[in-house]
């Protein structure tokens, strides 16, 4: 049995909260400067030239690379054979994220309650995801949500009959439906599968796998090339003012679901797609 005090889990939280804010992953990072590349529209290369300096003076400043440094989105990966000391697992993310948040000079934006509105001043409570897996692992992975992308998200129960075909038009609707109120280009998160709670989960956790990684599904990995492409195709562009580049990447993540049901989840992402991970 390995032991993991909850200090520990604390600290990690708090310094990823601060580093995922004003760095972006490399893949991110790398989509980014290709995107820039393929880019033919002249205001679109513009735009392009703004994220890219905004980047590099919140590295080099420490500085927050988006004013709105979301609500913190938790997964944790927790092997059967680790036993945490000292305190909860929940109250060790949330001092991390009070904690980060604090100390990184990060807006708080998190209310107590969805009707009063009343802000709880630390950006806490994070949203939690639990996944138990064998062994003695404990993997913190944070993805610092923004709502300007987040409020463009949607999900739909199709039918079955609906098929593949159903589950591209809710893609492109979406995307479509967003436009400029989504900061494009943007990284796209799809799940489908599950029950109604369970695919807007993978869709969020799609955001977080590294833009490099296709699907090792082979039917997933082709809907992901093709989807990309034919978001691109709607000409909406950087900024949503016109060009060739309006999403970085997508990611698809399924799961079994009922003989009745297809549920689909998008969930759109900004350029600042803030994802980390830190094995403790």
Request: hydrophobic share 40%.
């Amino acid at each position: 049995m390995r032991e993991i005090k909850s200090i520990s889990i604390t600290e990690t939280v708090r310094d990823m909260c601060m580093n995922a804010n004003v760095e972006l992953e490399p893949d991110v990072r790398n989509a980014l400067f290709e995107g820039s590349e393929k880019e033919e529209s002249e205001t679109g290369k513009q735009i392009f030239n703004q994220l890219k300096e905004n980047l590099k003076i919140a590295q080099e400043e420490r500085i927050p690379i988006c004013q709105d440094t979301g609500m913190t989105v938790v997964f944790l990966r927790i092997g059967q054979d680790v036993h945490v000391t000292g305190g909860s697992i929940e109250d060790a993310v949330n001092e991390g994220i009070r904690q980060g948040y604090r100390d990184g000079y990060l807006r708080k934006s998190v209310v107590r309650d969805p009707v009063d509105r009343v802000n709880t001043g630390d950006n806490t409570p994070g949203i939690i995801h639990y996944e138990i897996v064998p062994g003695e692992e404990f993997t913190i992975t944070i993805a610092p949500k923004g709502f300007g992308s987040e409020n463009m998200s949607r999900l739909v129960m199709l039918k079955p009959a609906d098929g593949i075909d159903g589950v591209k038009q809710v893609i492109l609707d979406t995307v479509a439906a967003a436009g400029p109120n989504a900061c494009p280009p943007m990284v796209i998160g799809v799940g489908i599968g599950g029950t109604f709670e369970k695919c807007a989960v993978l869709a969020k956790k799609a955001l977080t796998r590294n833009l490099d990684i296709r699907s090792d599904i082979p039917w997933v990995r082709e809907l992901e090339n093709e989807m990309l492409e034919k978001i691109n195709a709607l000409g909406l562009g950087p900024g949503g003012l016109g060009g060739r580049v309006t999403a970085l990447g997508l990611n698809i993540e399924t799961y079994p679901t009922h003989i009745a049901g297809l549920p689909v989840a998008v969930n759109i992402c900004c350029h600042v797609n803030r994802h980390m991970s830190v094995s403790i």
